[in-house]
């Protein structure tokens, strides 16, 4: 029995060796590799490059004071339409210390030199009615009043300007009220209730009350690498894309393009602007980032193959063609226009050749 026992054990340990040899056997055989074929195809190829840029409005303004002091009252937010001379905000003045202490000076002045031109006045007019002096003194004494008059008036005006912005005389005319130079959308009021602003002058910008665009005439502003600038000149087409609006695209005419480069991270990028031709329906808000696709060159309805299925061998191009069963021979072609992913195919196949799929090695190149 325990031979029996002894013998089945070595029978067993026999078996899982040689099925152990026989898997190992069968796993290291090389299994044949099968070529996948694709048949050129007739396609429309398109050549573009892109643009990065934004949208922006093409009129876009700042709202300036021409006085300084505090802002007293906003009408308006920032998204509403507005008209041209529609009042956008109220500025109270702060009287600067020195112009004020001048023009009171000067009033008092005024009203000091009007009441002695009022006595000498009464006083020549009481003489000439005597016949004690003639027409012209009179006439004189008469004109200085009339002047000091009209000096106390000034001055008056001139300190209630100061002090307030707007006189009596201008009616509803006033600086303190700041208003839209264009009709368009207000884009944003960078300031607040109760802010200091400084008027524009010579020398100084001022504080800017309200940013207002014409939201309807838009333009694509971008930058083009100067390896394509030359390819590119005013009048063709643009196909932007915008991240921000989803299913969506818009066309543009490209109309300037900038005749100096700048060096942006070791490139020298062009400056581009073409006009967008919105819909009726269509809005897009300022400073949109966008994406211009630019049509170089296009060829309808061509035979292509995909450029990833072609060998190179010096300054020829070649394809396999199957000439039976997984059998393959190169054959030389011409190709032509190319957009990154399929080419043109001028000559050297048919519609009808079965191509090699080539197959790619971990550095890119085909195999």
């Known amino acids: 029995m325990k031979k029996f026992i002894k013998i089945s054990i070595l029978i067993l340990i026999l078996a899982l060796f040689v099925a152990t040899l026989f898997y190992l056997y069968r796993k290291s055989q090389v299994k044949p590799v099968v070529y996948a074929t ?22 876009e303004i700042e709202i300036k004071p021409q006085v300084s002091g505090i802002v007293e009252e906003i009408f308006v937010l920032a998204g509403k339409n507005v008209k041209e001379g529609e009042v956008i905000a109220r500025v109270r003045i702060i009287p600067d210390l020195i112009n004020l202490n001048n023009a009171e000076a000067r009033l008092e002045r005024a009203k000091i030199a009007f009441d002695d031109a009022k006595l000498n006045s009464d006083r ?41 912005g707007v006189n009596k005389k201008s009616g509803k005319t006033t600086n303190t009220l700041i208003r839209s130079t264009i009709n368009g959308m207000i884009l944003d009021i960078p300031v607040k209730v109760g802010n200091s602003v ?19 005439d838009m333009i694509f502003q971008g930058k083009v690498d100067e390896t394509e600038v030359g390819k590119i000149k005013p009048g063709m087409d643009l196909l932007l894309t915008i991240g921000a609006i989803e299913n969506d695209t818009f066309h543009a005419e490209l109309k300037y393009i900038s005749p100096k480069g700048v060096l942006e991270n070791g490139a020298v990028q062009f400056e581009i602007k ?51 069963n997984q059998k393959f021979q190169k054959r030389l072609i011409k190709t032509g226009l190319s957009d990154g992913i399929n080419i043109q195919v001028l000559s050297g196949i048919t519609n009808k050749d079965k191509i090699k799929v080539q197959q790619m090695n971990p550095t890119g190149q085909a195999k």
């Open 38 to 59: 694709e048949k050129p195809f007739l396609t429309n190829i398109t050549k573009k490059t892109v643009a990065t840029g934004s949208v922006i409005p093409r009129k």
């Open 124 to 164: 020549q007019s009481k003489l000439f009615s005597q016949g004690v002096i003639s027409a012209v003194d009179n006439q004189q004494a008469q004109v200085s009043f009339k002047n000091a008059k009209q000096e106390v008036d000034a001055s008056e005006a001139n300190l209630e300007l100061i002090r307030e």
């Open 198 to 216: 400084i008027e524009t002058n010579t020398f100084n910008a001022g504080t800017t009350i309200a940013t207002i665009a014409d939201v309807g």
């Open 274 to 324: 073409a006009d967008v031709k919105l819909k009726e329906e269509q809005f897009i808000r300022a400073g949109y980032s966008a994406n211009a696709d630019i049509v170089l060159d296009r060829r309808n309805n061509v035979l292509a193959v995909k450029e990833a299925d072609l060998l190179f061998q010096g300054d020829s191009t070649y394809v396999e063609v199957e000439t039976s």
